[in-house]
């Protein structure tokens, strides 16, 4: 399988603990996209990369929240003494930067779901 | 006012039908467009991009219009693999994309 993959598809976890995800982007793509999704809502922006450089993080990145890409291929976003408010699903999508319209593409999705 | 906005639907149709979807922007910098579909508790798939010109794949086609900052979809001959939820997305050049809420597409026999 070429496409954006993500581990784990699921994680039940307890409020207080930490959780950390992982993403592997299309092998070509250089960008690399983090988004959550709840109920009902459209997945929103919350950080991305070019490369290993972490370019812009959204205001919704709490500092209870880390990513990185630390050799410019996968990324981990880990989330540290997780709230029951951070139950969601979390989707990695990439894209290759080429031309004047790159299109992203995403992963399956890791639901977090917080007790 | 949302960025992005679309009617939640859902839309029922039969088998056959042309459906239309409408979306609206509120930011006239926006760049790029997109209608993603997406399963219910799947991913979101990239269905076209949408070029100023307009274009059309198959039974699907997308029109632009910047000067009313809005993004039709238009869906001929429906089938039942069609149900699911659209999702109109823009891009400000920004590199994030920014989603409306989706509309929701059910097509019966």
């Known amino acids: 399988d070429t496409g954006v993959s993500q581990d784990p598809r699921h994680k039940i976890t307890k409020r207080g603990q930490n959780v950390t995800f992982r993403c592997d982007p299309i092998?070509?793509?250089?960008?690399l996209y983090w988004y959550r999704q709840t109920l009902g809502q459209g997945p929103e922006f919350l950080t991305y990369?070019?490369?290993?450089?972490?370019?812009?993080k959204s205001r919704l990145l709490s500092d209870r929240f880390s990513a990185e890409r630390p050799k410019g291929s996968f990324s981990t976003l880990e989330i540290q003494r997780t709230e029951q408010g951070d139950s969601a699903m979390y989707l990695c999508?990439?894209?290759?930067?080429?031309?004047?319209?790159?299109?992203?593409?995403f992963g399956p999705g890791t639901r977090l779901t917080v007790t | 006012r949302k960025e992005v906005e679309q009617d939640p639907g859902p839309f029922n149709v039969p088998e056959g039908a042309t459906v239309a979807f409408n979306c609206t922007y509120s930011n006239s910098a926006s760049q790029s467009f997109f209608w993603y579909r997406q399963d219910c508790r799947k991913e979101p798939k990239l269905l076209m991009s949408?070029?100023?010109s307009g274009n059309e794949d198959g039974r699907f086609t997308a029109q632009l219009n910047r000067a009313s900052q809005y993004i039709s979809l238009l869906i001929r001959d429906s089938k039942l693999s069609d149900s699911a939820t659209y999702l109109c997305?823009?891009?400000?050049?920004?590199?994030?994309?920014?989603f409306g809420t989706g509309t929701r597409l059910q097509v019966f026999p």
């Open positions: 092998s070509e793509h250089n960008r």
């Open positions: 990369f070019q490369n290993e450089a972490q370019l812009e």
């Open positions: 999508a990439s894209s290759l930067v080429a031309g004047a319209l790159y299109e992203q593409y």
């Open positions: 997305v823009v891009d400000l050049r920004t590199d994030k994309l920014i």
């Open positions: 949408v070029y100023s």
